[in-house]
């Protein structure tokens, strides 16, 4: 047939002038299981998961069936990370076992040491640790193995491996040397201690990990869509975690935290509050830290982090800002509360982070630390019963066929 000598561009281009010139693109000519078009894929459900879900109209998140405010009370980072991975909670040698895996994996090399130190300060500290994720993976031996095993075993890796990059940048930011992994420590307690230099109180060491576990998996947002687009082409784990850091850098998803905080910051006071959100309002800008595309009521997680704030800013010069935050709370809710608008996990956790002694560009890097065990545990789920990501576009454009005009006639 002629069609089939037509190039892949222009044959589909056939095909749509012709639905045109028989009147077919409309939505009746849908068929009955199409989706129809939704913005953003708003609403459309794209896989099935075990892994966790939020009722966003309760303001529920639930990880494999555990409420997350369980989670906090009782749970650590490392068994939450077991519990989101292999599906249920690990029993004490399961979990040492898992312990000791990551521990094993921990060490980055000297050359990406090297690439840390070399990129520091270029770019923004996300973009650090999109590069050293990708750079790791071009070394890996399993780097082009599709297996499950290979891919959930490059997992292990970069799981262990995040909070050692993320100290990493934050020292090399600083012009610090870095600091070797300590195998007595436990996930958290090593962050803290590669990133500070020195252990944290009890106190703050729960704080943090806590907070890792509150942010560790969370539906299919954009960082973990991204990542799971890539590994449902059977590329590798590093390209899919690499796409997860991309997305999660956007100020509409991780960079708001750090957003948050700096414009809290820059109201300065309480007082200052109803004058300087009314005017941002006014211009139409969205506040940082507020709304969620699936919360329509308080987040929970937010919840919780609110009082990790006011514990860790108490008798601190950061008092202030923890107060200008609970007037911007109470002052965004009073004018959008009714259309669902309320603060967010982004809102506290800028405040919460800047208390433990991190800086403002550290917090999307930490947002990684965390959410970085759900985007493996749902890209490895979604393995076991892969089909490559394909949505469709809605032709809006040109109807006709045009006849193509050489560049010295247009
Ligand atoms: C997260 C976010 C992208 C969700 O967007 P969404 O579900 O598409 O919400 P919409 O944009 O449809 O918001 C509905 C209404 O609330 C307003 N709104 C939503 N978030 C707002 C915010 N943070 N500040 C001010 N107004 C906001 C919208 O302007 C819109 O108003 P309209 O009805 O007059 O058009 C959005 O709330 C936002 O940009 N928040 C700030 C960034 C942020 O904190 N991100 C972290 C998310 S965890």
Same mark, same amino acid.
């Given at each position: ?41 708003? *609403?459309?459900?794209?896989?099935q998961?075990?892994? *966790? $879900? ?8 639930? $990880?494999?069936? $555990? ?11 490392e ?5 989101l ?26 050359e ?13 500290t ?10 790791? *993976? ?29 100290a ?43 907070m ?17 687009v ?14 997860g ?24 006071s ?15 800008e ?14 929970p997680?937010?919840?919780?982090v609110k ?25 965004m809710i009073?004018?959008?509360?009714s ?34 065990? *759900? ?14 990501f ?13 006849? $193509? ?6």
């Amino acid at each position: 047939m002629q069609e089939e000598k037509l190039t892949d561009t222009a044959s589909r281009l056939l095909v749509i002038n012709l639905i045109f010139r028989e009147g077919m693109l409309n939505r009746s000519y849908m068929p009955e299981n199409e989706v129809n078009f939704s913005r953003g894929l708003e *609403g459309v459900i794209a896989s099935q998961t075990k892994i *966790g $879900y939020i009722d966003g109209l309760k303001g529920h998140l639930v $990880y494999r069936g $555990y409420e997350i405010n369980s989670l906090v009370e009782n749970s650590t980072y490392e068994e939450t990370a077991y519990l989101l991975l292999y599906g249920r909670l690990p029993t004490r040698s399961e979990l040492d076992d898992f312990t000791s895996k990551l521990k094993e994996r921990s060490s980055i090399n000297k050359e990406t040491y090297d690439v840390i130190r070399r990129i520091a300060g270029l770019s923004h500290t996300m973009s650090s640790l999109r590069t050293a994720v990708s750079y790791i *993976g071009t070394h890996s031996k399993l780097g082009d193995k599709t297996d499950y095993e290979s891919q959930e075993e490059m997992g292990i890796s970069i799981i262990a491996k995040m909070p050692t990059i993320v100290a990493a940048i934050k020292r090399a930011v600083n012009n610090e040397d870095f600091i070797e992994p300590d195998p007595s420590l436990s996930y958290t307690e090593n962050f803290l201690y590669q990133s500070f230099g020195e252990r944290k109180s009890k106190e703050v060491t729960r704080i943090l990990d806590s907070m890792l576990l509150l942010h560790a998996d969370h539906g299919m947002n954009a960082s973990t869509f991204a990542s799971m687009v890539v590994i449902s082409t059977l590329s590798d784990m590093y390209s899919a975690i690499t796409a997860g850091i991309s997305a999660l850098k956007g100020p509409l998803h991780g960079g708001a935290n750090e957003r948050a905080l700096k414009m809290i910051m820059s109201i300065g006071s309480p007082e200052k509050v109803p004058e300087a959100i009314g005017r941002m309002l006014e211009s139409k800008e969205k506040i940082m830290g507020f709304g969620h595309r699936v919360y329509k009521v308080y987040d929970p997680r937010a919840k919780i982090v609110k009082t990790y704030a006011d514990q860790l800013t108490k008798g601190t010069p950061l008092r202030k800002v923890y107060e200008t935050a609970i007037k911007i709370e109470d002052y965004m809710i009073e004018r959008l509360g009714s259309k669902g608008i309320f603060p967010n996990v982004d809102f506290y956790s800028g405040i919460a982070y800047k208390a433990i002694g991190f800086e403002p560009e550290l917090f999307t890097p930490i947002f990684a630390v965390s959410r970085i065990t *759900g985007w493996v545990a749902r890209d490895l789920e979604y393995l076991t019963n892969n089909r490559i990501f394909r949505p469709r576009s809605e032709y809006i454009g040109e109807s006709e066929i045009k006849s $193509y005009i050489p560049i010295e006639r247009r």
